[in-house]
């Protein structure tokens, strides 16, 4: 057993020191780095933290982390849920973007790679205050402020755990900190730098658990300040987890979306609030707006330098605009858009400039992502519109003249907003037609915010809408394989299976 323990003992200081020392990233992060296993090097007795101090400059992080940090979560998740989908191109002809548009993504894909390392490094980030926050051995360190921070982590945690989950269905659940290894503690520690997969119910689970159990200790809702990881930020995501088809439970749905409701959210009058430029041009039009749930703010010295990803910087409106962007708006969805008559919506969702590129569209009106249009513009993770379609959802699924007939009167207080007319009575009295008029409205509504791909999967339209898609839109590249029930989860990273000979590849890869 010694001898066997040495082994794994050398293999672990054999992997950890190839990859901190042949890596040439800017931002190099090994899969079994003590960062994406949340350690610091710390075990046993020892105290990470002595001080409130000390580990509120770790609480801090994880709002620095989000902000500063947004390759993953915001620019790769809205290529893979969008230009995945049926509402934008690729954009680019770059290799690591053109599969996402014509379903070829393997394991050896530059951005998934990137955002399988990144979730688990924000993961390992919590964790360290998870794991860390009640030994802390400060007097003055109150027991709700531990109490909140911790809340606050594990909302945190289950927000990138979720997105993880949707991606890939089978990951890691890490919750501890793997901390020193050496051959008396192999045992126990070895797991932790190589581990293995949970199914994704066990993943769920521990999203669920942390949500549920952070509400009490959380924030309240703050009107004014919207960046907070609250109370009202960890209902909305349970509303979205029990969506899901692994865990669905309608009811739930329903339930959590309520309890959002009575947190004292409210649609904004003026969609273009949400995603415009003050009269000045100057700024964002409006931030901590009564819709918005969660979101992250920006400000000059400290912009949101993805906007140029995705088109023009309005702030800044020629600088890197001589490349072609990501996330390119498809024609199958400006015709969804022109075949409602929505112009309010599509104006703030789609603009057109000149460039000097013509991969998609010609030179003279090329078609771009608006909803992030300056980089003082805020990214809003989670608003009151997401959460009443999710409802409405719900409402459709379970079925009955009575849901249908509260499906239909959601969907038309948003249509209402819109300025589109009100469901005709037939669609209220079908259940498929429902649902599909909250899908098509979820698609309006939400372009370009990170929700297509999931509602197409959700709703179990993703094979009948993606391999049709070739035939409605001439301007898309043709696909290079079917889409199909396999097609749901995104591979794992051959880099990762490479370093870990306990992690499986997904079926279908």
């Not at 003055?140 to 982590?153: D, G, I, M, V």
């Not at 949707?166 to 290894?181: K, L, Q």
């Not at 932790?192 to 999203?207: N, R």
């Not at 600088?319 to 708006?329: D, G, I, L, R, Y």
């Amino acid at each position: 057993m010694k001898y066997i323990n040495m082994i794994k003992f050398m293999t672990v200081v054999m992997v950890l020191f190839m990859a901190t020392a042949c890596s040439l990233d800017e931002d190099p992060v090994s899969e079994f780095s003590e960062v994406i296993l949340g350690s610091s090097g710390d075990s046993g007795d020892r105290i990470k933290y002595k001080t409130r101090a000390e580990i509120s400059s770790a609480y801090e992080s994880l709002y620095t982390t989000l902000k500063d940090r947004q390759e993953h979560w915001y620019l790769d998740y809205l290529l893979l849920t969008e230009t995945h989908a049926d509402n934008a191109y690729a954009g680019t002809t770059g290799s690591e973007v053109i599969p996402v548009e014509n379903n070829s993504i393997d394991g050896g894909n530059s951005v998934i790679t990137r955002d399988w390392d990144r979730y688990l490094d924000d993961i390992a980030g919590a964790n360290a205050i998870i794991c860390n926050i009640d030994s802390v051995p400060d007097a003055s360190f109150s027991q709700t402020e531990r109490q909140q921070w911790k809340a606050e982590a594990k909302i945190f945690r289950a927000m990138m755990m979720f997105d993880m989950v949707r991606f890939w269905g089978n990951i890691p659940v890490i919750t501890e900190e793997a901390g020193d290894i050496t051959a008396d503690n192999i045992e126990t520690v070895y797991p932790l730098y190589f581990p293995t997969q949970k199914s994704p119910e066990e993943a769920y689970a521990q999203i669920i658990a942390d949500l549920t159990t952070a509400i009490p200790y959380a924030p309240a809702n703050n009107a004014s300040d919207k960046t907070r990881l609250s109370k009202s930020v960890a209902r909305a995501l349970l509303a979205k987890v029990y969506a899901e088809k692994t865990v669905q439970d309608y009811s739930k749905v329903i339930a959590y979306c309520d309890s959002v409701i009575k947190d004292g959210f409210t649609l904004v009058d003026d969609y273009s609030d949400l995603f415009g430029m003050n009269d000045e041009g100057t700024d964002a039009k409006v931030r901590n707006s009564s819709e918005s749930i969660l979101e992250i703010q920006y400000f000059s010295g400290g912009g949101n330098w993805v906007t140029w990803m995705f088109g023009r910087d309005l702030l800044n409106y020629d600088s890197n605009f001589t490349w072609a962007k990501w996330v390119t708006p498809s024609r199958d969805l400006i015709s969804a858009f022109d075949a409602q008559g929505d112009t309010q919506r599509k104006n703030e969702s789609i603009v057109f400039y000149a460039t000097s590129w013509s991969n998609y569209y010609p030179s003279d009106s090329y078609a771009f992502m608006y909803k992030c249009r300056s980089a003082n513009s805020s990214i809003i993770k989670l608003r009151l519109a997401d959460i009443l379609l999710l409802k409405a959802e719900a409402l459709a699924w379970q079925g009955g003249a009575t849901n249908l007939d509260e499906a239909a009167g959601i969907v038309n207080q948003i249509r209402n907003r819109a300025g589109l007319e009100a469901l005709s009575e037939n669609v209220k009295t079908s259940q498929e037609a429902m649902i599909d008029a909250v899908l098509n409205e979820r698609r309006l509504e939400l372009a370009f915010e990170g929700q297509r791909w999931f509602d197409l999967i959700r709703n179990n339209k993703l094979q009948e809408v993606m391999n049709t898609l070739n035939n409605r839109d001439s301007g898309r590249l043709t696909q290079l394989r079917s889409f199909s029930e396999t097609s749901e989860l995104l591979p794992i990273p051959q880099t990762v299976l490479d370093n870990n000979s306990n992690l499986v590849q997904n079926p279908g890869y």
